[in-house]
């Protein structure tokens, strides 16, 4: 997607959504590594803190949003990013 461009957001959905910039910023370079077209998203126009979003003190999430037809490859590269399970661990 092209900056100052809008999606038409029926054919983009929510893949993920991150508390933390730099989660949020792991989990795009991992969709765009694997060449999925991706940007993240907030409610509005909102502050970066250097530890998140905030709005009036209260923190916002970031949304990882893919076009539709992505969103199940999407997923699957997200779920196989996550790191150990607590199984793989031990």
């Not at 993240?40 to 803190?49: I, K």
């Not at 009036?56 to 893919?66: D, E, N």
Request: aromatic letters at 8%.
């Amino acid at each position: 997607m092209n900056p100052g461009t809008s999606p038409d957001e029926s054919e983009w959905v929510s893949v993920g959504t991150f508390q933390r910039v730099i989660e949020a910023d792991i989990a795009k370079g991992a969709l765009d590594a694997f060449g999925i077209e991706c940007y993240l998203s907030d409610s509005g126009n909102h502050v970066f803190t250097g530890l998140g979003y905030e709005w009036r003190g209260q923190p916002l999430s970031l949304s990882l949003v893919v076009k539709r037809e992505d969103a199940e490859r999407a997923r699957e590269v997200l779920a196989d990013n996550e790191g150990p399970s607590s199984d793989a661990a031990r």
